[in-house]
């Protein structure tokens, strides 16, 4: 049950939200059920909707998929002056990443109102875009949400991985950091991330 | 006494430099290095595998692959056939070996005899339950693979083609790396990007 106080304050902390922002944005691959995630989905989404149909700041928005290349998506991440930008690079067949999704969604959640801006970015095949948004909106990602229509070879070439998840902290177009499963003994945690972003977002 | 615990904290320090050094990544595999050792993988067919008994093989491909991933799927026909092509009778002169390092409930050995043989796989397909020569392989997707000449040096690392999508493959990677090894020659390609699902490794701490 959310408390009228709770409705209040999280009223007042959108309506705050938008002047400094920070970008967050990650990979997933996705095969869908995520069964241990059903709870945090649930809180994050009851928190959601609170935020998104009660404030003037934060418009009910609904949750999209759109495709993009990967030079315009750059291009995007240079748009959001001064924020703080997390890029969640994920699919639809990717278990870990799906795992880890609702991480995001909290994040948005919890941050969005200090300026965090969340960006996932999807690197599923055109063929399987529906079932990414499916699962997105499972999700309520009620945040931009991409679909990359490069080839692997191009991300992968531009970030220097191979698998993916991966999430990339982005500030004013320029990466600040990268979390990625490149090294198999350092593969990067949630934590990992929620520390960088709260970091990155007091600066 | 002095001497003695200088003597050993220097020791201390040195050793620690070198276990950091390899921590950083000091041990990952690069073409012209030798096949990590392994033995004790158990497979689909009841047996214990090892490096050492794939040794009469001039040539040794392996793919780290799981059940779960839906990339790793759509290349099991392309397994198959290409056991079927290199490594399909007692002569050949490959090896082809995939090997399952993950860790979810669908990939267990029981599930991996399942899907075998529903599948009809044609190679053996071993469990590596301690990640360890998935970590040597550095393997970070499945599928991934590893070509290993005669003296058992990597020649090719990466995916077997460049498509995901049997109908959309322009070009094989994997097959001119084996044939040239079997030629004792490097492959005009020795690297590319696999590409696939990510492997979780178990955390060390």
Known sequence: MISAKLLTGLLLLSALAGSASVVVTRYYHGDGTCPSCCSNVTRASLLARAVSSESPAEAPAPVELKTIKLAKLLEELKGHSGKLVVVDLWADFCVPCKKGFPHLVEMHQRHAKDGLVCISVSVDELKNQEAALKFLK?????????????????????????????????????????????????????????????????? | ???????????????????TSLAQGGNKIAIGDPAPSFSGLPGIDGKDHSLAQYSNKDVLVLCVTCNHCPVAVQYEPRLIDFAKKFSGSPDSKVAFVAVCVNTDEADSLEKMKERAKEQGFNFPYVRDNSQQLGKQLNARVTPEFYVFNKERKLVYHGAMDDSNDPSGVKTNYLEPAVNAALQGQAPATAETKARGCGIQYKRVN
């Not at chain 1, 698998?163 to 593969?187: N, S």
């Open chain 2, 1 to 19: 006494m002095k001497r003695l615990a200088i003597a050993l904290f220097v020791g201390a320090c040195v050793t620690g430099l070198a276990l």
């Open chain 1, 138 to 203: 499972k999700q309520q990602a009620a945040f931009p949400n991409y679909l990359l229509e490069d080839r692997a070879e191009v991300w992968q070439e531009h970030w220097n991985i191979v698998a993916i998840p991966a999430v990339f902290l982005y500030r004013d177009g320029a990466k600040i950091a990268q979390f990625d499963y490149e090294d198999p003994d350092k593969q990067f945690t949630y934590d990992d991330v929620e520390q960088a972003v709260v970091k990155n977002l007091v600066k």
